[in-house]
C-alpha cells in the first residue's frame, strides 16, 4: 500500500494537509515500510492561488501520479476529506511526530480494517 504523509525537513509529520510544502510516499508491505521518497509539493505557496477547485485538482493529481492508497495527516479540511473519499483514498488524521513511526501507526490501523 502507498502512503502520502506532509514531511518537514527534519522528518517529523507536517501539520496541516494541504498547506504541506513537502510529502514523503512510503510504499508499506507487511507493515513494514519498503520504500520512502520525498517531493517538495509547494501546496502551501500556492494554496491560495485560483480556486479551491484548483487546489484539490492539484492535489488530486499528484496522488493519482503517486498511486497514493492512504494520507496520513495531522489534519485535514472537510472539503479535501470528501475529496479524498471520492478517490477511494483512505485518510488518518492525528498523525504526528516521527513520519515514518506515523505511517506505520496508520499502517497498523488500516490493517485492523
Do not use: N, Y
Amino acid at each position: 500500500m502507498i502512503f502520502c504523509i506532509p514531511v518537514t525537513s527534519d522528518g517529523q509529520t507536517g501539520g496541516g494537509w494541504g498547506r504541506a510544502q513537502r510529502v514523503a510516499f512510503a510504499s508499506v508491505s507487511d507493515g513494514q515500510i519498503t520504500d520512502w521518497q520525498e517531493l517538495e509539493v509547494g501546496w502551501g505557496s500556492s494554496h491560495d492561488e485560483g480556486t479551491e477547485g484548483s487546489h484539490h485538482a492539484r492535489i488530486a493529481r499528484t496522488l493519482i501520479d503517486h498511486k497514493v492508497e492512504a494520507v496520513v495527516t495531522g489534519h485535514m479540511g472537510p472539503g479535501m476529506v470528501r475529496m479524498l473519499g471520492t478517490m477511494k483514498i483512505h485518510v488518518v488524521q492525528g498523525a504526528s511526530g516521527d513520519a515514518r513511526a506515523a505511517v506505520g501507526a496508520a499502517a497498523a490501523q488500516l490493517s485492523q480494517l
